[in-house]
């Protein structure tokens, strides 16, 4: 089993808040929470930070960590990466300009657009697929939580993966670069803010796969900075300043959609939430879909990035302000030609499987515990009705051989030895010397 120490993880749980509902254990995707002695449990080698739990959560007991704005003080110059889902926050928005200008306003020295380096990633993205004509159907690494989920649950899909950074990447390094010639300042001493519409990208700045170090030195909660920005942006409509870098194509990466419209391309699936997304990577798994499919967009929250838990819109609301936003953009601001600083936007890591659901530490071992998973499950109801504190009869048994959990605990059986005197835990122990 891999060592649960090197998962760093946004997501985590404020034990005053839980009051040990099932609630998240039925909306995981991964199946990364137990109920265990009347809390939640995370456990951090199956949770990939899609913030479904934080989404779902009626006691508000689930938070994501993120930075704040005095964590850039020790910077002398500070910089702001603005994510396209940004814009779908404000009301009556009609110049992506005032929103950085209050940026200005509120502490940051510059600004510089994900959606301008999203551009730059999309006029990539057409040149590989023109130099790879391969049939093999490319998996978008935009959504953090996408990439993460693949890389414990479908490793077969691992070489589809587009090997392109995501854009927030490629603006932290090109802001870090013109920041440096605009100033004349030392790379270290400039501070590279994100500003996260999710738990999973803060986690994949603090941990990322396919590159060895984020660029990214700060990241901030959409929800932390907006009341910030409110009374700043009164201001910054009376005089707006020319930031603005992204068109179309940048803007519309906050939306479901929008990365694969920016390929410009017809044969493509894009997908949101992340029940969706499970269900589009298991048929891509056992290859339902025909070749002629190129491309695939994954994005773990509802509409998008515009979904994310870190934000404050409804993201249906937000989708609807983006699109009226981008009606009037031209199609791109930026291309690689604009750009003097330059940047190598392939992934530099390889992207390799975690086999964290696997029952044993060798093979043999692993089969012979899948056995004993089989009698187990003969036993057990078959409810999954969470009354355990595991989301299904399966991942009660799994922690069961893992040692991390106890078939005794089924509600179900208990019931029934209690109320008709049916002793199906004596099968087990029979069994399976439980």
Same mark, same amino acid.
């Given at each position: 089993?891999?060592?649960?120490?090197?998962?760093?993880?946004?997501?985590?749980?404020?034990?005053?808040?839980?009051?040990?509902?099932?609630?998240?254990?039925?909306?995981?995707?991964?199946?990364?929470?137990?109920?265990?002695?009347?809390?939640?449990?995370?456990?951090?080698?199956?949770?990939?930070?899609?913030?479904?739990?934080?989404?779902?959560?009626?006691?508000?007991?689930?938070?994501?960590?993120?930075?704040?704005?005095?964590?850039?003080?020790?910077?002398?110059?500070?910089?702001?990466?603005?994510?396209?889902?940004?814009?779908?926050?404000?009301?009556?928005?009609?110049?992506?300009?005032?929103?950085?200008t209050a940026l200005t306003m509120i502490g940051f020295d510059d600004v510089f657009e994900v959606g301008a380096?999203?551009?730059?990633?999309s006029a990539e993205t057409r040149k590989y697929i023109a130099e790879h004509e391969e049939p093999r159907i490319?998996?978008?690494?935009?959504?953090?939580?996408?990439?993460?989920?693949?890389?414990?649950?479908?490793?077969?899909?691992?070489?589809?993966?587009?090997?392109?950074?995501?854009?927030?990447?490629?603006?932290?390094?090109?802001?870090?670069?013109?920041?440096?010639?605009?100033?004349?300042?030392?790379?270290?001493?400039?501070?590279?803010?994100?500003?996260?519409?999710?738990?999973?990208?803060?986690?994949?700045?603090?941990?990322?796969?396919?590159?060895?170090?984020?660029?990214?030195?700060?990241?901030?909660? @959409?929800? +932390?900075?907006?009341?910030?920005?409110?009374?700043? *942006?009164? !201001?910054?409509? $009376? /005089?707006?300043?020319?930031?603005?870098?992204?068109?179309?194509i940048g803007v519309g990466w906050g939306l479901t959609g929008g990365e694969a419209a920016g390929i410009l391309?017809?044969?493509?699936?894009?997908?949101?939430?992340?029940?969706?997304?499970?269900?589009?990577?298991?048929?891509?798994?056992?290859?339902?879909?025909?070749?002629?499919?190129?491309?695939?967009?994954?994005?773990?929250?509802?509409?998008?990035?515009?979904?994310?838990?870190?934000?404050?819109?409804?993201?249906?609301?937000?989708?609807?302000?983006?699109?009226?936003?981008?009606?009037?953009?031209?199609?791109?601001?930026?291309?690689?030609?604009?750009?003097?600083?330059?940047?190598?936007?392939?992934?530099?890591?390889?992207? @390799?499987? +975690?086999?964290?659901?696997?029952?044993?530490?060798? *093979?043999? !071992?692993?089969? $012979? /515990?899948?056995?004993?998973?089989?009698?187990?499950?003969?036993?057990?109801?078959?409810?999954?009705?969470?009354?355990?504190?595991?989301?299904?009869?399966?991942?009660?048994?799994?922690?069961?051989?893992?040692?991390?959990?106890?078939?005794?605990?089924?509600?179900?059986?208990?019931?029934?030895?209690?109320?008709?005197?049916?002793?199906?835990?004596?099968?087990?122990?029979?069994?399976?010397?439980?």
């Open positions: 089993m891999p060592d649960n120490q090197k998962f760093f993880h946004s997501v985590y749980l404020d034990t005053d808040k839980c009051c040990g509902c099932i609630t998240c254990i039925k909306t995981c995707p991964t199946q990364a929470i137990r109920v265990r002695n009347g809390k939640a449990h995370i456990i951090k080698e199956f949770c990939i930070d899609c913030g479904e739990c934080i989404r779902h959560c009626p006691h508000y007991a689930k938070q994501a960590r993120f930075d704040h704005m005095d964590a850039l003080e020790n910077y002398k110059y500070k910089v702001a990466l603005p994510p396209p889902s940004l814009y779908g926050q404000f009301n009556h928005l009609d110049d992506i300009n005032i929103i950085l380096a999203a551009e730059l990633v490319l998996i978008s690494t935009a959504c953090p939580t996408v990439t993460r989920l693949i890389r414990i649950r479908f490793p077969e899909l691992l070489d589809n993966l587009l090997p392109l950074k995501p854009p927030v990447e490629v603006a932290a390094e090109l802001a870090r670069q013109r920041a440096v010639e605009k100033t004349g300042l030392k790379p270290e001493e400039i501070g590279i803010a994100f500003i996260s519409p999710c738990p999973s990208k803060v986690t994949a700045v603090r941990d990322p796969l396919g590159i060895t170090n984020s660029s990214i030195d700060v990241v901030l909660a @959409t929800k +932390e900075i907006y009341p910030l920005m409110l009374s700043a *942006m009164k !201001e910054a409509k $009376n /005089n707006p300043m020319e930031y603005c870098l992204s068109g179309k391309l017809d044969n493509y699936i894009a997908a949101d939430g992340i029940e969706n997304v499970v269900r589009v990577l298991e048929d891509l798994e056992d290859e339902k879909f025909q070749m002629d499919i190129r491309f695939v967009e994954l994005n773990a929250c509802p509409g998008g990035c515009v979904g994310g838990v870190l934000n404050v819109e409804n993201p249906f609301a937000a989708s609807s302000k983006l699109k009226h936003l981008k009606k009037y953009l031209p199609v791109a601001l930026s291309h690689p030609e604009d750009f003097p600083q330059k940047t190598d936007i392939a992934l530099t890591d390889e992207i @390799t499987y +975690e086999p964290v659901y696997m029952l044993g530490t060798s *093979m043999l !071992e692993s089969i $012979n /515990n899948m056995v004993r998973l089989e009698k187990i499950m003969r036993v057990l109801p078959g409810l999954d009705c969470g009354g355990c504190g595991a989301p299904t009869c399966k991942a009660l048994a799994e922690d069961h051989i893992r040692g991390k959990g106890d078939v005794h605990s089924c509600t179900e059986l208990l019931r029934r030895y209690y109320l008709y005197g049916e002793d199906a835990f004596e099968e087990l122990e029979e069994e399976n010397s439980l």
